[in-house]
């Protein structure tokens, strides 16, 4: 899975806020003995404590401590009036300061531990339902790849799933609607639902009904996955598209948004999808992506995938072109995405030598005009 952009920040270590804020109590000292009158700054002591809680454990927040607290007592020491009763409190101060320190940054370790921790679950559960593909299904080389939006986990709605199945390579890409849990849950019973079907049904439409069922039985009115089927069988490509962006058939140079024949709803909604076929060329590359790719912005203007699609993914491998799509998108976008996407890139290589079974009547009268 592809890392959401910003995954890779540097973030300060530990003992980088640890000599930060030694530093930060020498320059006070400094400052209190350097001015010779008496102690004007000693009570920003209390500062370099929560510098380190931000980056530290908490023995290494006592340890800071202990240092300004000495810091304290040689300011005092060195002061005009020694340890005053003002002076007394600041000394207070520092020492409260610092037992609050700690305490925050034992707070702050746990929830980051509590992060950590459900980030890896996180990624567990993508793992388990989006199943690693390729880098061949049959006749295709395959290269797939998930951008997500959020920088805590990459885990969302967006869907995708490669077969070898008796009828043919089946591919689905697909995109629930809403985000959070409830969009997970949905696209791992679509993708159960469809590893399951795409092995004992000859007709792809037969899958679309299942996967509508499926989608109608789990979710309310107002929720749907827009989908689409593609069939690779023996260098003919059906693809049956319900409510989602086309695929874009990259062919010696040119881009084909394989439109379907006739707009069908998303699944959930009853669809009644027509097919759109094709006859593939060894070399030829498909292009499958969520709607996350087409709705990227910058400044307002809609990433132009189709005008850039063969000058980014004509070349070099599959893996090489979603690298390259991916880069271009973070570019496009400064790195900053508003909904997940996910990406699949075929290339037809050729018959794969396994004998394919006859397709059914429907497809090839679709392929012949009828």
């Given amino acids: 899975m592809a890392a ?52 530290a454990g908490h023995r290494a927040v006592v340890s800071v401590g202990v240092l300004c607290t000495i810091c304290g007592f040689v ?33 702050r370790h746990r929830t980051s531990e509590r992060v950590a921790t459900l980030s890896k679950l996180a990624v567990v559960a993508q793992q388990a339902i989006l199943r690693p593909i390729g880098p061949r299904v049959g006749g295709l080389a395959v290269a797939v790849r998930y951008v997500s939006a959020s920088a805590e986990a990459d885990i969302g709605g967006d869907l ?42 000859a007709d792809l439409r037969a899958i679309v009904s299942d996967l509508d069922r499926a989608v109608a039985r789990s979710v309310g009115y107002e929720d749907f996955v827009t989908a689409a089927l593609v069939e690779e069988r023996g260098g003919t490509l059906t693809v049956l598209n319900c409510g989602h962006p086309p695929p874009l058939l990259l062919r010696g ?63 070099g491998t599959v893996e090489d072109g979603l690298t390259s799509l991916e880069n271009a998108l973070k570019d496009w976008v400064h790195g900053v995405l508003d909904d997940d996407i996910a990406l699949v890139l075929l290339e037809y290589t050729g018959a794969s030598g396994t004998p394919e079974p006859a397709a059914p009547a429907w497809e090839w009268d679709e392929a012949l005009g009828d």
Avoid: C
């Fill in 4 to 55: 959401n952009p910003g995954h890779g920040d540097a973030v300060p270590s530990p003992r980088t806020g640890i000599v930060g804020a030694v530093a930060l109590a020498v320059f006070i000292t400094g400052l209190d003995l350097a001015d010779g009158n008496s102690p004007a700054f000693v009570g920003l002591l209390i500062g370099p404590p929560f510098l380190a809680a931000a980056f």
């Fill in 75 to 107: 300011i005092g020491y060195q002061s005009p009036d020694k340890f005053d009763h003002d002076q007394v409190i600041r000394m207070v101060a520092i020492v409260l300061a610092t037992g609050l320190a700690a305490a925050v940054s034992t707070i």
């Fill in 160 to 201: 995708y799933e490669a077969l070898n199945t008796p009828y043919g390579v089946r591919l689905l890409i697909g995109d629930v609607r809403g985000k959070g849990l409830d969009a997970v849950r949905l696209a791992s019973i679509v993708l159960g639902s469809y590893r399951h079907v795409a092995h004992e049904r």
């Fill in 253 to 315: 140079g040119q881009v084909i948004a394989l439109d379907p024949p006739a707009p069908a709803p998303p699944l959930g909604f009853l669809p009644v999808a027509r097919p759109r076929v094709e006859r593939l060329e060894p070399g030829d590359r498909l292009l499958l992506y969520t709607d996350g790719l087409a709705e990227a912005r910058r400044d307002g203007e809609f990433f132009p995938i189709q005008d850039r699609a063969w000058r980014i993914l004509g070349h």
